[in-house]
């Protein structure tokens, strides 16, 4: 049986690597722009890429009544879907 040790260091290195973000970045923006394009006219839409240990691309509404219009319709979580991403809520 053959030992494998994962190279964590150089995965870290990989995955910020600018065309892994800029992968990223195009892929938060397709999402963003399907969420634009389905919630109601006037909502802002905020789309961007942060790089902790690995790039996370982030798309928010910015609406009070935002939260109320996802629960009712999920136009994000159907957005994200589609582009292939899994959708969770930070508590």
């Known amino acids: 049986m ?4 994962i190279d964590h ?7 910020k690597d600018g065309g892994i973000h800029a992968m990223i970045a195009g892929m938060t923006s397709d999402v963003a722009y399907e969420v ?3 919630f109601p006219t006037g909502f802002l839409i905020l789309d961007g890429v942060v790089v902790t240990d690995r790039p996370q691309g982030n798309v928010t509404v910015v609406n009070r009544s935002a939260e109320a219009i996802e629960g009712k319709y999920g136009y994000l979580a159907k957005a994200a879907a589609a582009a292939g991403f899994e959708d969770y809520v930070k508590k």
């Open 36 to 38: 634009e394009s389905d």
């Open 2 to 5: 053959a030992n494998f040790r």
């Open 9 to 15: 260091g150089g995965m870290a290195e990989l995955l």
